[in-house]
Nanobody, 120 residues
Framework: QVQLMESGGGLVQPGGSLRLSCTAS????????MAWYRQVPGKQRELVAT??????EYAESVKGRFTISRASGENTMYLTMVGLKPEDTAVYYC???????????????WGQGTQVTVSS
């Protein structure tokens, strides 16, 4: 009953910028930690950025270039990417800890992913 959907991916030239969005929908009581992951063919999915209540975390490869944020009062998360490099090419997935109701334990949910291709 809970779904996550990413958007904003596409083709961009090296040095370009892109902003990804992730929106949670369905029956939601509360949303906890949210994060962005990415995966390239033949590689393990890697954690890109995480947003907690009071701080954010980033993979060393994206520090200074990517910014994770969350809209106030909305179940939407963003990943603003600047100075994109070819090695940033991957399918980007959003991940979130969600409580469907106040009486249920939380679950971890994934979006279907959005393709980001950085190429000249």
């Amino acid at each position: 009953q809970v779904q996550l959907m990413e958007s904003g991916g596409g083709l961009v030239q090296p040095g370009g910028s892109l902003r990804l969005s992730c929106t949670a929908s369905g029956t939601i009581w509360s949303v906890g930690v949210m994060a962005w992951y990415r995966q390239v063919p033949g590689k393990q999915r890697e954690l890109v950025a995480t947003i907690h209540l009071d701080h954010t975390e980033y993979a060393e490869s994206v520090k200074g270039r990517f910014t994770i944020s969350r809209a106030s009062g909305e179940n939407t998360m963003y990943l603003t990417m600047v100075g994109l490099k070819p090695e940033d090419t991957a399918v980007y997935y959003c991940n979130a800890q969600i409580w469907p109701s106040e009486w249920q334990s939380p679950g971890t949910y994934w979006g279907q992913g959005t393709q980001v291709t950085v190429s000249s």
